[in-house]
């Protein structure tokens, strides 16, 4: 009688159970797939944007400040005018970088896989694709041609010849002992060079001259870096350090330091008896680089990024640079 009772329940009721249960199932279990493949799908963008950004070098950029050099100097940069042109020729120069440092990637794809931190560069390690680092680095490249254009003439020219001189290293230059640090440095004082016909500012000679051997100083010490952290394998990462004993780049080392700091000591003298009181800031910041440099942490990057006495000495340096300059100190 009890089961009687039980399997009395109304047949529409059951039947329209059972239809909304299954409903509920078509319509429910596809939606869950369809998210975790829009959530996968997500997720492989952002790691493949990631990985282009990465190839961009960002943290690089921070050499591109050397653009702006001259308009600092030249109490110019801080000019409500004179922002927008800051920012155009700070963004045209890092385009055109980034357009270099993917030519390089490409050309060192394999010797990177010698370095234990280049190896995980996207193109070495596989993860980005030449075709599709070659159309960034020709849009990169387009990029920074028409925006520098834009600025004048002048600046375009100089970001032609670094574009060239980049790629004549990444292709031959850098496997050339001492041709290859001067052609590195020669990057910072183009950049230099461009920042004046940006601004339409005549830069110093003494400031030039600066620009030249703390750039030399610092392509030196990432050489060291270099030597120091890949030791045997060196020479296969880098031809160039196959002519490049461990003492001649101890002994450029220290006679491009000297040199920056004699060079910068008669600049200020030159332009203000107050900047002289800087003196004593970029000795310590020197040292402090030589410091790092002889323990393998001389990349220029990474040294500016991660050491805190060496971030803060410059700090310091611009700030006291930017008061005397713009006249809030004499």
Not at 21 to 44: A, C, G, H, M, W
Not at 47 to 60: C, D, V
Request: hydrophobic content about 55%; proline content about 3%; some cysteine.
């Amino acid at each position: 009688m009890g089961l009687r009772e039980v399997s009395a329940t109304p047949r529409h009721k059951r039947g329209k159970a059972l239809h909304s249960f299954f409903v509920l199932q078509v319509i429910e279990t596809p939606l869950y797939f369809s998210r975790d493949y829009l959530n996968n799908d997500i997720i492989k963008s952002l790691a493949e944007i990631k990985n282009y950004i990465r190839l961009l070098r960002p943290r690089h950029w921070l050499k591109n400040f050397f653009v702006l050099a001259a308009a600092f100097f030249g109490a110019e940069l801080f000019r409500p005018d004179r922002m927008a042109l800051a920012v155009e020729a700070f963004i045209a120069f890092s385009l055109g970088a980034s357009a270099t440092y993917i030519v390089n990637d490409v050309i060192d794809r394999e010797r990177d896989l010698l370095h234990p931190e280049k190896a995980l560069r996207p193109i070495a390690a596989g993860l980005i694709g030449v075709r599709g680092a070659l159309i960034l680095w020709g849009v990169l490249l387009a990029a920074a041609l028409l925006l520098s254009y834009s600025i004048n003439p002048r600046f375009f020219l100089c970001v032609i010849i670094y574009a060239v001189v980049q790629i004549g290293y990444c292709l031959y230059l850098k496997g050339v002992a001492l041709v290859d640090v001067f052609i590195v440095a020669m990057g910072f004082v183009i950049r230099v060079i461009a920042g004046g016909e940006a601004f339409g500012i005549v830069v110093s000679e003494w400031l030039l001259v600066s620009m030249l051997m703390v750039s030399l100083m610092l392509a030196t010490g990432k050489r060291i870096s270099e030597a120091a952290l890949l030791n045997t394998v060196a020479k296969k990462h880098r031809a160039s350090m196959d002519d490049f004993p461990p003492e001649l780049l101890h002994d450029v080392l220290v006679i491009t330091s000297a040199a920056s700091l004699i060079s910068y000591a008669l600049y200020t003298v030159e332009q203000s008896r107050s900047l002289v009181y800087t003196v004593p800031i970029v000795t310590f910041g020197l040292f402090r680089y030589l410091h790092l440099a002889h323990q393998g942490k001389g990349d220029p990057t990474e040294a500016m990024t991660s050491d805190k006495w060496l971030g803060l000495t410059v700090l310091l340096w611009l700030g006291i640079v930017a008061l005397i300059r713009y006249n809030y100190f004499v």
